[in-house]
């Protein structure tokens, strides 16, 4: 909405990816769809320790049932314990996302802010969590690759069974569970 009313908006992605000039721990982009649309959004984690005997878990824009169930399988099934820590997660610009596909970004900026390791800026990332920690493959993957690839990223983190397509500039990194996932991106678990 201007001054001048609606006007259109030629890259959605583009309103919630913030300045990724440099890339900062505790980030990743999730490359969803919203409604029939390829959108790419970033999600932004900060892990700190706790002073509370029970630690503070806030959430803007995704499930705060769903961050639960991340930080219980990444303990269960990666060996990678989020008790005595503050998990703050937050979707830039405002968008709500509610789609299951969005865990494993949820996963790598969860990861990222804890190991204080950034994900490297060109990538992108998407993928179902099952409670057992295997990654499960998405609708549209092939959709979400080419706006990433639009947009400049060349690289994806995506569940092993993912049909890309070809994509062309766009490498595909394939993770079969999440133990795999955390131990070759943050070399944890």
């Known amino acids: ?5 609606l006007a259109e908006v ?4 583009a309103l919630f990816l913030s300045d990724r000039d440099a890339p900062a721990p505790g980030s ?6 919203e ?11 900060l892990v700190a ?6 630690p503070r878990r806030s959430v803007l ?12 399988v990444l303990e269960a099934r990666a060996g990678i314990p989020f008790a005595g820590l503050d998990v703050y997660l937050n979707t830039a610009g405002g968008m709500r996302v509610t ?3 969005a865990d494993l970004a949820v996963a790598a900026a969860l990861l990222s802010a804890r190991e204080d390791v950034a994900v490297p800026r060109e990538t992108v990332i998407f993928g179902e969590i099952s409670l057992s920690g295997s990654l499960r493959p998405v609708a549209q993957a092939e959709n979400r690759l080419k706006e990433a690839a639009k947009l400049g990223f060349t690289s994806a983190i995506a569940p092993a069974k993912t049909k890309p397509g070809a994509i062309r ?15 070759e991106i943050f070399g944890a678990g």
């Open 35 to 45: 409604g029939t649309r390829p959108v790419l959004v970033e999600f932004q984690a």
């Open 28 to 33: 990743a982009v999730f490359a969803g769809i």
């Open 61 to 72: 824009g995704w499930d705060a049932g769903r961050l639960a169930m991340i930080l219980a």
């Open 10 to 13: 030629a890259n959605p992605s």
């Open 169 to 183: 500039g766009m490498r595909l990194d394939a993770k079969a569970d999440l133990a795999a996932f955390v131990g």
């Open 49 to 54: 320790p706790s002073s509370l005997a029970q």
């Open 99 to 101: 789609e299951p596909a």
């Open 1 to 5: 909405m201007t001054g001048r009313g």
